[in-house]
């Protein structure tokens, strides 16, 4: 007598099932082109079919009755033996080996639908190297249309929401002209005669920047980067601060912060956001306040709008009323980008002219600030640039041509499509 207890007595079908496979896979990697008389994968491998029925027949235990030809015991054995026949199933170690054998089964079930569907796969692969070579670059060239397809459709989802939101605030802007039925804000008292004031021609220059500047959400998105550099500071002054997105950044920040803005819808625009802002002439604002006084200043795509006289002035004032290690960031167009300088310059009525990096650190320098560093922002998208040529990479005449009209292209691309914006960072000494 015995119990039978062979679980799996087969493994080795298992393993030349598998070994099978991978070298049947392997040797269509290495040998892709079609070989007469050469069979599927799926006809290729051992069948696993009776291999299956056998592992589903034997999953449960089973234990053989009683054999033996024992006189007078024979029978009460025999009675004992068929007693522990239907017990011994029930308990735990036996549940647990029939658990076990069952998991094992459907394993090897889903083993075998994978294999079935992997040879199945590779089955309807293209055989011929040639038909595989069309078929990806079909495949290429759908990936390619749809890449321009979502750009198109991103695009347009952009513009849809600058449309939106400009349209609130066109909305916005209505309501609130209605209201104050275009009552001047008051400006502060300031001492000594006024600077004279920004030059802006007779536009509606709210509406203008709504329309080609970009949205207040898209504006403090681009200016979040400079929020750090004023970590720490206190009493921080943004000249000509617009719509207050830089101010709302600040005060996020924890940064206490007021601006000063020559226009009125910019002021009363700050001021349903409550913010702390006045409308003033920039330079007469800071002329009243007290040397030292200010805990940092920041201005963005101001300076373009001042004549040099003026943008010398503004900048000798910073470095009075600024204390001591007070922080300074001032943005503008950067002109070393050519599709800066004569599409977004030329763009607004009111630009004056552009001022080089360099020529605004000098200024800074002599104002007493240091740390200057100068950093580039915007760059223009890389679909707009121009592109470079595919190179074979064989070291060949033409590799070395195409590698040199790439450096060239590059070096086109950086005077043409460079970054569109600098600002100049400092602090005050």
């Given at each position: 007598m015995?119990?039978?207890?062979?679980?799996?007595?087969?493994?080795?079908?298992?393993?030349?099932?598998?070994?099978?496979?991978?070298?049947?896979?392997q040797?269509?990697a290495?040998d892709?082109?079609?070989?007469p008389?050469?069979?599927?994968?799926?006809?290729?491998?051992?069948?696993?079919?009776?291999?299956?029925?056998?592992?589903?027949?034997?999953?449960?235990?089973?234990?053989?009755?009683?054999?033996?030809?024992?006189?007078?015991?024979g029978?009460?054995?025999?009675?004992?033996?068929?007693?522990?026949?239907?017990?011994?199933?029930?308990?735990?170690?036996?549940?647990?080996?029939?658990?076990?054998?069952?998991?094992?089964?459907?394993?090897?079930?889903?083993?075998?639908?994978?294999?079935?569907?992997?040879?199945a796969?590779?089955?309807?692969?293209?055989?011929?190297?040639?038909?595989r070579?069309?078929?990806?670059?079909?495949?290429q060239?759908?990936?390619?249309?749809?890449?321009?397809?979502?750009?198109?459709?991103?695009?347009?989802?952009?513009?849809?929401?600058?449309?939106?939101a400009?349209?609130?605030?066109?909305s916005?802007?209505?309501?609130?002209?209605?209201?104050?039925?275009?009552?001047?804000?008051?400006?502060?008292?300031?001492?000594?005669?006024?600077?004279?004031?920004?030059?802006?021609?007779?536009?509606?220059?709210?509406?203008f920047?709504?329309?080609?500047?970009?949205?207040?959400d898209?504006?403090?998105?681009?200016?979040?980067?400079?929020?750090?550099?004023?970590?720490g500071?206190?009493d921080?002054?943004?000249?000509g601060?617009?719509?207050?997105?830089?101010?709302?950044?600040?005060?996020?920040?924890g940064?206490?912060?007021?601006?000063?803005?020559l226009?009125?819808?910019?002021?009363?625009a700050?001021?349903e956001k409550?913010?702390?802002?006045?409308?003033?002439?920039?330079?007469a604002?800071l002329?009243?306040?007290?040397?030292g006084?200010?805990?940092?200043?920041?201005?963005?795509?101001?300076?373009?709008?001042?004549e040099?006289g003026?943008?010398?002035a503004l900048?000798?004032?910073?470095?009075?009323?600024?204390r001591?290690?007070?922080?300074?960031?001032?943005?503008t167009?950067?002109?070393?980008?050519?599709?800066?300088?004569?599409?977004?310059?030329?763009?607004?009525?009111?630009?004056?002219?552009?001022?080089h990096?360099?020529t605004?650190?000098?200024?800074l320098?002599?104002?007493?600030?240091s740390?200057?560093?100068?950093?580039?922002?915007?760059?223009?998208?890389e679909?707009?640039?121009?592109?470079g040529?595919?190179?074979?990479?064989?070291?060949?005449?033409?590799?070395?041509?195409?590698?040199?009209?790439?450096?060239?292209?590059?070096?086109?691309?950086?005077?043409?499509?460079?970054?569109?914006?600098?600002?100049?960072?400092?602090?005050?000494e």
């Amino acid at each position: 007598m015995g119990v039978e207890t062979r679980v799996l007595p087969q493994k080795d079908q298992t393993d030349s099932v598998l070994r099978a496979l991978r070298e049947q896979v392997q040797r269509r990697a290495d040998d892709p082109e079609p070989t007469p008389g050469r069979p599927a994968l799926q006809s290729s491998l051992p069948p696993l079919g009776d291999f299956l029925r056998e592992l589903d027949a034997r999953w449960r235990i089973a234990v053989p009755p009683f054999g033996g030809h024992v006189p007078v015991l024979g029978p009460l054995l025999a009675r004992f033996w068929n007693l522990w026949n239907r017990a011994a199933p029930r308990l735990p170690v036996f549940q647990q080996q029939i658990d076990f054998n069952a998991s094992t089964v459907r394993f090897a079930q889903r083993v075998e639908r994978e294999l079935t569907d992997l040879g199945a796969t590779i089955a309807g692969l293209p055989q011929d190297s040639g038909e595989r070579d069309r078929a990806l670059v079909d495949l290429q060239r759908e990936v390619g249309a749809l890449r321009v397809r979502l750009r198109q459709q991103q695009r347009h989802l952009e513009e849809a929401e600058r449309l939106l939101a400009s349209l609130e605030q066109e909305s916005r802007l209505l309501a609130r002209r209605v209201a104050q039925d275009r009552r001047p804000v008051s400006p502060p008292a300031v001492d000594g005669p006024a600077a004279p004031a920004v030059p802006r021609p007779e536009i509606d220059y709210y509406r203008f920047e709504l329309r080609f500047r970009g949205t207040p959400d898209q504006i403090r998105e681009h200016q979040r980067q400079y929020v750090p550099y004023f970590a720490g500071a206190a009493d921080v002054l943004d000249i000509g601060c617009g719509r207050g997105e830089f101010l709302e950044l600040l005060r996020e920040a924890g940064v206490s912060c007021r601006g000063v803005d020559l226009d009125r819808d910019m002021v009363a625009a700050c001021h349903e956001k409550g913010l702390e802002v006045v409308e003033a002439d920039a330079l007469a604002y800071l002329r009243a306040q007290e040397d030292g006084s200010l805990g940092g200043a920041f201005t963005a795509q101001l300076v373009e709008h001042l004549e040099p006289g003026t943008l010398v002035a503004l900048i000798d004032l910073l470095g009075r009323k600024l204390r001591p290690g007070a922080p300074v960031v001032i943005e503008t167009i950067n002109p070393l980008c050519l599709l800066a300088a004569n599409s977004h310059f030329l763009l607004d009525l009111s630009h004056v002219r552009l001022v080089h990096p360099e020529t605004l650190k000098f200024l800074l320098e002599g104002a007493g600030f240091s740390a200057l560093d100068v950093r580039y922002t915007s760059p223009v998208p890389e679909e707009v640039q121009l592109e470079g040529m595919p190179s074979p990479g064989d070291g060949g005449p033409l590799d070395a041509l195409c590698r040199v009209h790439n450096r060239n292209m590059q070096k086109i691309n950086g005077f043409l499509y460079g970054y569109q914006d600098y600002a100049v960072v400092g602090l005050r000494e």
